[in-house]
């Protein structure tokens, strides 16, 4: 199942259909309409994460004392016709709560691709919680995803103080949605958005939350900043993003960056030296909000980039792509836009090659 965005009359946007599965690119010319695009899609996702979906259409069956919940086409449309009625009403304040102005729109709405041969079935189980100390019953949910009647995905929730069945009900129903939403039940999920002044802003971060700064700033530029102002450094992260991080360093940053308390310094193996990251090249500027953002305690599942070959030569956005690919890989859903036709051309050659390796995958087996 894949979830598109209907846009109407939005800026300089005509009309766009969008879908937002793990890996979107915009590649087009300057003041298009990409930048405001990536900053709605950000914002709506923001803002219905915590949509109250209906509970109607769903189906509740008790087989031998297993309680079984599913969510399909039926539940589906009654979804879209609730969200789509709430940000027909809404939208004005969505977009100025975004954007910090009224932007004209003629249409935003949401369609589910797949929703004719998608299914999620929920089963709910008790679950006592022995790791605090007091202990708690809980509701233990798992969920598995059909399509064609085939299992392809699984997730895992746990709710408390869910009180009686309707509860139950209501909250599954939230699980299914958030899957559809951002791929996971969490119900904070991480984004980020990386701006195309991600250079400056990285400089300057601190000026605008002392109050030496002026003027207003869209909600997902503000939102960078505040991920720069509380960034830790996880000391336990998890082997795919060390193995990510790793890939970065050796290909793209030739070195390391490292945080030491509020400053952010990079160190260059070529010359094993050390340097604060206002007196870095440019490159390492562009680079490093990616390697906080795969490094910090705060996990980020969304990464949106702005113009992401800034300062980088033809051949290191071709080591870009390789990474963001692998951050895909690794379960990161990633929306970049790009003017560069040899960053273009090199995601299309990656997306061809996966795709050509997965029919000789088909290929062999059905000779099998």
């Not at 990409?34 to 109250?52: A, P, S």
């Not at 932007?103 to 605090?132: A, C, H, M, P, W």
Request: hydrophobic share 40%.
């Amino acid at each position: 199942m894949v979830l598109h965005l209907i846009i109407r009359n939005f800026g300089r946007v005509e009309f766009a259909d969008i879908a937002l599965d793990n890996f979107v690119v915009f590649a087009g010319n300057n003041n298009s309409g990409k930048t405001m695009v990536m900053q709605l899609i950000y914002g709506l996702r923001k803002e219905l994460r915590n949509f109250l979906v209906p509970v109607t259409g769903v189906k509740q069956t008790d087989m031998n004392g297993q309680y079984l919940i599913r969510c399909d086409q039926e539940w589906f449309q009654k979804v879209e016709l609730e969200i789509n009625k709430f940000l027909e009403q809404d939208k004005e304040r969505i977009i100025d709560n975004i954007f910090g102005v009224p932007i004209s729109v003629e249409e935003i709405r949401i369609v589910l691709e797949g929703k004719q041969s998608t299914y999620f079935v929920s089963s709910v189980s008790g679950y006592r919680n022995e790791d605090i100390k007091v202990q708690k019953d809980q509701i233990h949910i798992d969920v598995l995803q059909y399509e064609s009647a085939e299992n392809v995905a699984s997730f895992e929730s746990r709710i408390s103080d869910f009180g009686q069945l309707e509860g139950v009900v209501k909250e599954v129903s939230q699980t299914v949605w958030r899957i559809i939403l951002c791929g996971k039940t969490d119900q904070e999920i991480g984004q980020l958005f990386l701006p195309a002044s991600r250079s400056g802003l990285q400089l300057l971060y601190k000026h605008y939350f002392v109050g030496e700064t002026e003027g207003n700033l869209v909600l997902p530029i503000k939102d960078f900043l505040r991920f720069l102002q509380l960034y830790t450094e996880d000391k336990l992260l998890k082997e795919t993003r060390k193995d990510l991080l790793e890939f970065g360093e050796k290909y793209l940053l030739h070195g390391k960056v490292v945080q030491i308390g509020d400053e952010t310094f990079y160190n260059d193996k070529t010359v094993n030296k050390m340097v604060q990251l206002h007196v870095a090249s440019s490159m390492i500027h562009e680079l490093t909000p990616f390697v906080k953002v795969l490094s910090a305690t705060q996990q980020i599942d969304w990464l949106y980039c702005d113009e992401v070959e800034n300062s980088l030569h033809p051949l290191l956005q071709r080591e870009m792509a390789r990474w963001l690919i692998r951050m895909v890989n690794a379960g990161m859903h990633i929306i970049v836009s790009s003017h560069s036709d040899t960053m273009a051309s090199r995601l299309n050659n990656l997306f061809m090659l996966t795709h050509i390796k997965q029919k000789e995958s088909i290929m062999k087996c059905c000779q099998n």
